[in-house]
């Protein structure tokens, strides 16, 4: 006959059992997940502002992504690339967007939808960062540098959220990599 304290670590057990199945059953699904993600997100940021304004053709810049991080030698390097990708967009679109004329609410489902999948991704990632992050870092320093250079003008504003679509479609490159 079992304890009243033995039942209860029996419980325990079964929950944990059962939480580590759902996990990992999460993280089997979030290459689905990501995908459908990367979609949305791009609609959100190419809605946010509308056609590039021609006026803004003379401050294009090539912020040079870093090639390299496309080609992961591992699944969760692509998990990480993503996820350092996830977090440089949101820091960069959550401040000094007065002068972009963009709508608010698009803007914070936009900034919402990251946060989301950036949560998300967490869940799945190892806790080692690699070289490529550090890449990464500084291609979205030069963005960051970019967007000050230019006294985050409409212009600016305009050219970064171009190349945040770019991003988007390099995540898509790095979500292909990932386990199916």
């Known amino acids: 006959m079992a304890t ?15 939480s580590a199945g759902v996990m990992s059953l999460d993280c089997n699904l979030l290459r ?3 995908s459908k993600f990367n979609g949305y997100s791009l609609q959100l940021l190419q809605n946010m502002g509308g056609n590039f304004p021609l006026k803004c053709l003379e401050d294009k ?9 496309l080609k992961p030698k591992f699944q969760q390097h692509a998990k990480m690339a993503i996820h350092e990708i ?3 967009l949101f820091g960069i679109f959550s401040r000094n967007l007065t002068q972009t004329g963009w709508e608010r609410t698009k803007v914070g489902s936009f900034l919402n939808g ?3 999948q950036t949560e998300r991704l967490e869940t799945c990632l190892p806790t080692k960062a690699g070289a490529n992050i550090l890449r990464l870092k500084k291609y979205f320093q030069r963005i960051q540098d970019f967007l000050n250079e230019k006294k985050y003008s409409t212009c600016a504003w305009e050219i970064v959220r171009e190349e ?4 988007f479609q390099y995540i ?8 199916k």
Not at 61 to 69: G, R
Not at 164 to 167: E, Y
């Open 4 to 18: 009243k304290s033995q039942g209860f670590l029996w419980q325990i057990c079964l929950v944990l059992l059962f």
């Open 114 to 116: 990251l946060t989301l």
């Open 61 to 69: 810049t090539a912020f040079q992504f870093p090639e390299k991080v």
């Open 172 to 179: 898509d490159k790095l979500t292909v990599r990932m386990k």
């Open 86 to 88: 996830l977090q440089q």
């Open 32 to 34: 689905h997940q990501q």
């Open 164 to 167: 945040g679509q770019r991003c």
